[in-house]
């Protein structure tokens, strides 16, 4: 687990002077607390907080079409990136036990219940940034590069 001592080393490193990107951290009310506090000692803070906003069933549905190859450990979706023969790799394709639409809606509601206070600390500061996830890959990068020009 990441520390704010080990965080603010890291961001003190020259490859940082112009800025950084925290990708999934904080993660909790007292992480984000900690970190507006060691971001303030040295008299910065943070621009933005983007929120790259998903519903749940698409989120479902994308895990639940990933399938894994036992014998290469190959990564591959059903319809969005899949093998060249169906079904097959070099081994069997499985759905791996996290990729189960009951295991994702589980640590979804994990998620909601720790990302939702995230998302109302940084809207009270006034950095939270929306972001469609909904749109393809190239589409969701241009729009964090938009925010993050600003």
Not at 1 to 10: F, K, N, P, Q, S
Not at 25 to 36: D, H, M, S
Not at 63 to 75: F, H, K, L, P, Q
Request: net charge negative.
């Amino acid at each position: 687990e990441i520390t704010i001592g080990m965080l603010m080393d890291r961001i003190g490193q020259e490859d940082c002077i112009n800025g950084y990107v925290l990708d999934g951290f904080p993660r909790t009310i007292p992480q984000a607390e900690a970190l507006t506090e060691a971001l303030d000692k040295i008299g910065e803070k943070l621009d933005y907080a983007i929120d790259v906003e998903v519903p749940d069933d698409n989120i479902i549905n994308r895990m639940s079409g990933r399938r894994a190859c036992v014998a290469c450990g190959g990564t591959y979706h059903i319809k969005f990136n899949p093998t060249k023969k169906e079904g097959i790799c070099d081994g069997e394709l499985i759905l791996r036990d996290d990729d189960k639409p009951e295991t994702v809606k589980q640590r979804l509601t994990v998620y909601h219940d720790q990302t939702q206070p995230l998302i109302d600390y940084y809207t009270k500061e006034g950095i939270l940034k929306e972001v469609d996830g909904t749109l393809d890959l190239q589409a969701v990068f241009a729009e964090i590069v938009k925010i993050l020009e600003k």
